[in-house]
């Protein structure tokens, strides 16, 4: 082996370990106020119980973010092709009366709750919890569902949903 090569390998070694020290301490400068507007989503997945079938979700999604850490939420979801129960707007739909709160790290990471109201017969509404990055300055969310309580359940189903935001607004090109 000729001297350089190792001198080389050496040096691509020091790269790449600092690039993957470089991500861990990145700071981007996001805040909660990156997370700020009405955002689209399409949301996909599916619930996996225990001991039972695999029950798809599939749906869409408005959530306004308030810019300091709370957010409400309209929305269309299907389960295993049938609309899910609850309080909807009598015009358009969609379920209403969704709320929680979001928190932006300054690496642009994330995490959500969201709390939905009880749907007809039960007491208390399901719970979601989300993980989540923001690209394009804020204006591109992609969450991952970290934890589901079913309505009326202190008890997670094990899950496997994801969804995909984009900021509405028009561009000033149209």
């Given at each position: ?39 689209a989503?399409?949301?996909?997945g ?7 079938p ?9 959530t ?8 409400t ?12 129960a609850?309080?909807?707007d ?12 979001y ?15 009880p ?12 993980m989540?990055?923001l690209?394009?300055?804020?204006r591109?969310?992609h969450?991952i ?10 008890i ?14 028009f561009?000033?090109?149209?």
């Amino acid at each position: 082996m000729k001297p350089y090569i190792p001198a080389i390998l050496l040096v691509l070694a020091c790269a790449v370990s600092e690039g993957a020290r470089a991500q861990s301490g990145d700071n981007d400068g996001c805040t909660n106020a990156s997370l700020f507007g009405d955002y689209a989503f399409r949301v996909d997945g599916q619930l996996l119980p225990p001991g039972a079938p695999p029950i798809t979700r599939e749906g869409v999604a408005m959530t306004h973010f308030d810019g300091v850490g709370n957010l409400t939420q309209v929305d269309f979801v299907m389960s295993s092709g049938a609309p899910l129960a609850g309080p909807a707007d009598p015009v358009t739909g969609f379920h209403i009366h969704e709320q929680g709160s979001y928190k932006v790290h300054r690496d642009c990471t994330g995490s959500a709750e969201i709390h939905f109201p009880p749907p007809p017969g039960a007491t208390l509404g399901a719970e979601i919890d989300l993980m989540f990055v923001l690209g394009d300055h804020g204006r591109i969310i992609h969450t991952i569902v970290s934890r589901v309580l079913q309505p009326g359940s202190g008890i997670p189903v094990p899950v496997s949903i994801h969804s995909d935001g984009v900021k509405m607004g028009f561009s000033e090109s149209w």
